[in-house]
């Protein structure tokens, strides 16, 4: 297969590395055509085949490194390049950070808000230990001619490779998995065959709390059936005394949706405590919560400096979940507004705010496009405004209810720079953007966090 540029899939070339690509991978350019080479790092000249062909670029697989970065590093993981899970382990942690703020220039490269060239980009914030740090796991669960196995599917393609030592979660998640595949294979209890659309688990969820150590094993399953639960669950919460929840969930379709809609309390409590600055979450199997909590609380104090809250001040806290941003502010500010379109997110957040005793806070269930003009026709004006929105970005309504009704500071708190970039070629219209703060909540990832801080011009 040829194209424009000549490049054909097979063909080997030899070719310099310029930059590092919004996924992680290396940029090089092979007469004049982009070429998109993931684990190959600036600075390098490496030798590479083609696998992918386009109109306007090519993709490749690394050969060898003719002349490495003094930057590159030997990966922890045993199974890094086939995983995916990781796409930075190659690359010294300190330059992962210095990448994650190329990330962001890179999305306003691309959107050119007003003034873009000129943002303050500060130093992004990075960990101590940039490893261990997950709190949960997904793995799913598969058996070959060599027993059961845990694992992630390799990018792109149905094929799991087999982890049984992920270096960047809580290892107590990891050896509570091992255990549980184990006791599986000890129990002859049958695994999910994809291909043939039978047999039983599926994947296992682990989640632990970090400051509370407790820790909750999911089952789940692709029918409700659930062979020899006594004995395993038995084995289990004696080898296991962190274990303080067993549950099972039903999952019986093929699609790529993780959990499914009905869950059965197996043992033990049905959710586990935790608890993030002053707000205290029970965890059920579904419950939404931050996968690094160490670098969540560094997100909220960035987003909480950005806000500038002052004594007095009327703040909203769009996206607001089940209030954790919103209410560490509230001892600061006159009150705090939010909204949620999770209606169990909004009482979760009214009984945090109980449990606190924080008395300033009104929590509502809807859209932010439509509730804060109906605070605003019932006399509420906003000091400030914290979004903490998806992957996708504001909502379009939400962007242009903040134009009409601007407030004097805007704090945008971005897991996704594209979309950001996408959202600040509108904002810009009203607001200046003061700085920009990357925080690494995912190291070893090419996943990058921003906090951004917008006043009225």
């Not at 509370?212 to 059936?225: M, Y």
């Not at 509420?380 to 379009?396: A, H, N, Y």
């Amino acid at each position: 297969m040829k194209t424009q540029h000549n490049l054909k899939i097979g063909q080997k070339i030899t070719l310099p590395i310029k930059r590092l690509g919004i996924n992680g991978e290396g940029i090089g350019y092979f007469k004049k055509t982009i070429v998109f080479i993931p684990g190959a790092l600036p600075d390098e000249t490496v030798t590479a085949t083609i696998s992918n062909v386009a109109p306007k670029f090519a993709e490749a697989t690394l050969n060898k490194v003719n002349k490495a970065s003094s930057e590159r590093v030997q990966p922890r993981c045993a199974v890094y390049e086939a995983c995916g899970g990781c796409q930075l382990q190659h690359l010294a942690y300190e330059a992962q950070l210095v990448f994650k703020n190329d990330v962001v220039k890179q999305s306003l490269e691309k959107h050119k808000p007003t003034g873009y060239q000129h943002y303050k980009m500060r130093p992004a914030i990075g960990m101590d230990n940039p490893w261990h740090y997950r709190n949960k796991l997904q793995f799913q669960i598969r058996k070959d001619e060599h027993g059961v196995m845990a694992g992630l599917y390799q990018p792109n393609s149905h094929r799991l490779v087999g982890i049984d030592d992920c270096v960047v979660q809580q290892p107590i998640t990891m050896n509570i998995l091992n255990g549980a595949v184990r006791i599986l294979e000890k129990y002859n209890v049958p695994i999910y065959d994809e291909r043939r659309n039978s047999g039983i688990v599926k994947t296992l969820m682990i989640r632990t709390g970090l400051k509370t150590g407790e820790t909750q094993l999911v089952f789940i399953t692709h029918s409700p059936k659930l062979p020899q639960k006594n004995q395993m669950i038995n084995e289990l919460r004696h080898e296991f005394p962190q274990l303080v929840s067993i549950m099972q969930n039903v999952q019986p379709t093929k699609s790529s949706v993780i959990m499914g809609d009905q869950t059965i309390h197996l043992w033990g409590k049905e959710s586990i405590a935790e608890q993030l600055e002053d707000v205290h979450f029970n965890l059920s199997p579904r419950a939404f919560f931050q996968l690094n909590p160490e670098q969540t609380a560094v997100l909220y104090e960035e987003a909480r400096k950005a806000l500038d809250a002052q004594p007095g001040d009327k703040i909203i806290d769009a996206y607001c979940g089940v209030g954790t941003i919103g209410l560490s502010v509230a001892n600061l500010v006159g009150e705090v507004r939010g909204m949620d379109t999770i209606p169990s997110a909004i009482e979760d957040a009214k009984e945090n705010a109980k449990r606190l005793g924080v008395t300033n806070t009104h929590y509502e269930a809807g859209t932010a496009e439509d509730l804060i003009p109906k605070w605003l026709e019932n006399g509420f004006r906003p000091d400030g405004i914290i979004v903490d929105p998806p992957r996708t970005g504001l909502d379009k309504k939400l962007v242009n209810t903040l134009l009409k009704y601007p407030s004097k500071k805007l704090v945008y708190v971005s897991c996704n720079p594209s979309t950001l970039a996408r959202d600040l070629v509108t904002l810009t219209k009203k607001y200046n953007v003061e700085y920009l703060q990357s925080v690494d909540m995912f190291p070893q990832t090419a996943r990058a966090e921003v906090v951004a801080k917008l006043t009225l011009k």
